[in-house]
T-cell receptor
Framework: QQQVKQSPQSLIVQKGGISIINCAYE??????FPWYQQFPGKGPALLIA?????SEKKEGRFTISFNKSAKQFSLHIMDSQPGDSATYFC?????????????FGSGTQLTVLP | DSGVTQTPKHLITATGQRVTLRCSPR?????VYWYQQSLDQGLQFLIQ???????AKGNILERFSAQQFPDLHSELNLSSLELGDSALYFC???????????????FGPGTRLTVL
């Protein structure tokens, strides 16, 4: 199975709050898990990525938590700001072999209220 | 700016027609990926080229084809267009030198295709 399931579909958070987006995967061959941020009319931009040898990765206000046994990973946005309002996609791929295409989740539309 | 360029930005055409979308990867990137983004299907992988050779195929229709040229730019050809082909088409590139950290894919701004 190649699916990556993402939830919630939409999320509204107050400024300064914590935004949490969850993803689950089925293919145990996946070993690279990036998160992308997309603004309207723009291409997806790489935000942060993790590999399964660590359980957490933090970059600024963005943290990925990874649970290998549960095959789940999540994005936490601390101190959410109105400028974070965008669509967020989780993705997964394998990093072995020559075919490294990304399998994307369905996306989460985040709105941060001022 | 990701460094990946795509042209044209917008394309409006009629059913049955053929169009070509162009992508220039970031300098030094050998791999080019094409993705389709639509409201009902989300972001879906179409095809990957690495240094001129096809490496992987996803949910790409037989009416669609692609190639990567010696200068590493890539073109996606869409023929016998149908209304359902209306979507955003993104190109992404990566280094993929086989070393750790080289899997990052950088996306271009996309081409919005409208089939009338």
């Amino acid at each position: 199975q190649q699916q990556v399931k993402q939830s919630p579909q939409s999320l509204i958070v107050q400024k300064g709050g914590i935004s949490i987006i969850n993803c689950a995967y089925e293919n145990t061959a996946f070993d690279y898990f990036p998160w992308y941020q997309q603004f309207p009319g723009k291409g997806p931009a790489l935000l942060i990525a993790i590999r399964p040898d660590v359980s957490e990765k933090k970059e600024g206000r963005f943290t990925i938590s990874f649970n290998k046994s549960a095959k789940q990973f999540s994005l936490h946005i601390m101190d959410s700001q109105p400028g974070d309002s965008a669509t967020y996609f989780c993705a997964a791929s394998t990093s072995s072999g020559s075919a490294r295409q990304l399998t994307f989740g369905s996306g989460t539309q985040l709105t941060v209220l001022p | 700016d990701s460094g990946v360029t795509q042209t044209p930005k917008h394309l409006i055409t009629a059913t049955g027609q053929r169009v070509t979308l162009r992508c220039s990867p970031r300098s030094g990137d050998l791999s080019v990926y094409w993705y389709q983004q639509s409201l009902d299907q989300g972001l879906q992988f179409l095809i990957q080229y690495y240094n001129g050779e096809e490496r992987a195929k996803g949910n790409i229709l037989e009416r669609f084809s692609a190639q990567q040229f010696p200068d590493l730019h890539s073109e996606l050809n869409l023929s016998s267009l149908e209304l359902g082909d209306s979507a955003l088409y993104f190109c992404a590139s990566s280094v993929e030198s086989g070393t750790s950290g080289s899997d990052e894919q950088f996306f271009g701004p996309g081409t919005r295709l409208t089939v009338l």
